[in-house]
């Protein structure tokens, strides 16, 4: 199981060094010292930890790659049978689920805590448009019902 310095963890959640500090410090999640003295954090307690937040991460640098929407996160559940596995990842606020070859996960060694990137490439993206206030003005280009049985 990975552990992160501090630091790292800082830079991963979003926030400083010392709110990392304060956080360990006050209990909100259980930091230990690796093997040279410095504070660490196990990284399933790290992903336990990334679940309560809401602030997205930014992917940083990738050798290559075709997708441009990318999610720094960090795994929180893998489930595997014998062909696929569904990898679960909390990127900031939001939930990541995706379904990959077993063979896959085992190579990348996913297990809850290790830092991956989301790539996310749709051919598909769907646009809605949330109910409209109510402003007391028509919304243009919706037929009333009246016109619709013309």
């Known amino acids: 199981m990975p552990t992160y ?11 400083s060094d010392d709110t990392a500090r304060r956080w360990a410090e006050s209990g909100k999640f259980v930091s230990t010292t690796d ?27 990738v050798a290559q790659a075709s997708a441009r929407n ?5 795994v929180t559940k893998v489930i595997r049978d014998t062909v696929m596995a569904q990898v679960e990842m909390q990127c900031g606020g939001q939930r990541i689920v995706s379904l990959i070859s077993r063979e896959a996960a085992d190579e990348l060694e996913l297990e809850p805590g290790v830092l ?6 749709a051919t ?4 809605e448009l949330p109910a409209p206030l109510n402003t007391g003005r028509r919304s ?8 619709e049985s013309s």
């Open 5 to 15: 310095r501090i630091a790292d963890v800082a830079r991963l959640l979003g926030v």
């Open 35 to 61: 093997e040279t003295g410095h504070l660490a954090v196990d990284g399933a307690e790290l992903a336990r930890l990334a679940t309560t937040l809401n602030d997205a991460l930014e992917p940083g640098q």
């Open 70 to 74: 990318q999610l720094v996160g960090i």
């Open 116 to 121: 991956a990137i989301a790539s996310i490439k």
């Open 124 to 127: 598909n993206v769907v646009v």
């Open 140 to 147: 243009v280009g919706v037929p009333s019902p009246a016109s």
